[in-house]
């Protein structure tokens, strides 16, 4: 079978994008079993979808919703695939979530729901053999107005997937500096995660099964990046990077021993290792970790069920600061009933730990979570009907609806403060100024503009100006909201 995947180009995107992982592994395992492959990926460049369909031909189209700034677009190749006569696959964590919303906004063949890659292969494996796609687990379609699910597919053995290959894409297009590095390259070491976080859709997209490819693998891509396109430095794409102690050791020994030399970022669970497990991550090669640690507050932390052990999170980030280690901590802000105390609790304990960086994020009721079922059975939340209300939606800048008790100027301002900390302080070395960090976040915007039209450079020039503007007025105008807080962080 001749396979089209496609990357649909997003709206007001203002950051460097990443290489599509999920989408690139797929396609590899069908070329390795005998299917043509090919990806297009609008992010990158936006080319004739029609023309585009002629040239290769494709049985079958897939498109990967990944963003809810995707979906005007995801809807035109869409479409166009449907006209050209492909049989159209969405796939993605939003509409493996939310599929009967998808179905009623696109008329399309599939969904994909969950992992993809055995999925994919049975299905392009039966339809080259004319039998009934209907029959293959992992998909979803509707049929006389309803939604009908087959069998629920089975995780599979991440052992048995090749290495990604790289050709697929235009890898540099991808590459970007970060943390004192020139040339940094997402990849991923495991998948899922066993958290039961009532603000996350892993527990439902995941089932909290959490699986981790074989070193030898990973380490194979990491060495072809390095040869083939230059790269220093891998940012782990895992939703958690190591269950314990003993899985760090091993993949930490794995790096040093590779002799590959490569720099790399991860997130991990704050509280569950040591000062000497930091030392030997920073001996592998890690130079930056991130903690979602999302609330200050114990009563908030044992409402969203994070289950971190509260007493150690400070001393995870004395002891990454001890061995010279970057952190990040990541808070969550606007909690449905979120008290007045609980968000002080939050500030307060982003002011005194020891981390490099602090930022924060609107709650935002995410389909598959239990914040999300539990606002929407309530009636506290609707959610959008339409392609386009999901557009419009701004999270990211600001918090509406607000399901806390906390006012949404507050939230603005103190969300404001730390990124603009953030924003303006020195980029993570002794080597570095100030604004570095604002330096990085103008050449990610730049890039964006190679192989886009004029009015999507307009957009994005206007969608940066306004993220801008919004975080230094928030920041700077509201001196009131600052002191009330007590907003204070030492450089």
């Not at 030898?216 to 782990?236: A, G, P, Q, S």
């Not at 004395?318 to 606007?334: P, T, Y």
């Not at 979120?338 to 995410?366: C, K, L, V, Y």
Request: net charge neutral; glycine share 6%; proline share 3%.
């Amino acid at each position: 079978m001749r396979v089209l995947f496609i990357n649909p180009a997003m709206e007001r995107y203002t950051r460097q994008v990443s290489m599509p992982l999920g989408m690139m592994s797929i396609a590899t395992y069908l070329q390795a079993n005998g299917h043509t492959v090919k990806i297009i990926d609008r992010t990158i460049k936006t080319t004739n979808i029609k023309k585009e369909l002629e040239a290769f031909s494709p049985d079958i189209v897939g498109v990967s919703v990944f963003s809810l700034k995707s979906f005007t677009d995801a809807r035109k190749v869409s479409l166009a695939a449907k006209a050209y006569g492909a049989k159209v696959v969405w796939g993605g964590i939003f509409v493996s979530l939310d599929t009967e919303f998808t179905f009623n906004n696109i008329d399309i063949d599939f969904i994909s729901i969950g992992e993809g890659e055995a999925t994919w292969l049975d299905l392009a494996d039966t339809l080259e053999a004319g039998g009934d796609p209907t029959t293959v687990a992992g998909l979803a379609y509707k049929k006389d107005g309803k939604v009908i699910y087959t069998a629920e597919r089975e995780f599979m053995d991440l052992a048995l997937l090749p290495p990604i290959d790289f050709t697929l894409v235009d890898v540099d297009r991808y590459l970007g500096a970060m943390y004192g590095c020139k040339k940094t390259a997402l990849l991923y070491m495991s998948k899922g995660c066993y958290g039961q976080c009532t603000f996350c859709f892993n527990k439902k997209f995941h089932r909290q099964c959490y699986r981790v490819r074989p070193v030898e693998t990973f380490l194979k891509e990491v060495e072809y990046l390095m040869k083939n396109h230059d790269v220093d430095c891998i940012y782990f794409a895992d939703e958690l990077w190591c269950r314990n102690k003993e899985e760090l050791k091993y993949q930490c020994n794995a790096f040093i021993e590779s002799g590959l030399g490569f720099k790399w970022f991860t997130e991990t669970r704050a509280g569950y290792f040591d000062k000497e497990d930091y030392a030997l991550m920073k001996k592998a090669g890690c130079i930056c970790v991130a903690f979602g640690i999302e609330t200050g507050s114990r009563s908030m932390m044992k409402k969203i069920k994070k289950n971190l052990p509260y007493d150690k999170i400070a001393e995870t980030f004395e002891n990454c600061k001890a061995v010279d280690l970057v952190s990040i901590a990541n808070f969550i802000i606007g909690f449905p009933d979120e008290t007045e105390e609980e968000f002080r609790d939050t500030i307060n304990m982003a002011m005194n730990i020891a981390s490099t960086q602090r930022t924060f994020f609107f709650f935002m009721p995410g389909p598959g979570s239990e914040l999300y079922e539990e606002l929407v059975e309530s009636g506290r939340y609707t959610p959008p009907k339409t392609f386009k209300d999901y557009t419009n939606i701004r999270f990211f800048y600001s918090p509406k609806p607000n399901f806390s008790q906390i006012p949404s100027r507050d939230l603005k301002v103190v969300r404001s403060y730390f990124l603009w900390k953030g924003f303006s302080r020195k980029y993570f070395s002794e080597t570095s100024r100030k604004y570095d960090i604002a330096k990085k976040d103008i050449v990610d915007i730049l890039k964006q503009f190679k192989g886009h039209d004029l009015r999507f450079a307009i957009q994005l020039i206007l969608s940066s100006a306004y993220e801008f503007i919004d975080i230094f007025s928030y920041a700077h105008f509201f001196p009131s909201i600052v002191k009330k807080y007590n907003l204070k962080i030492d450089e």
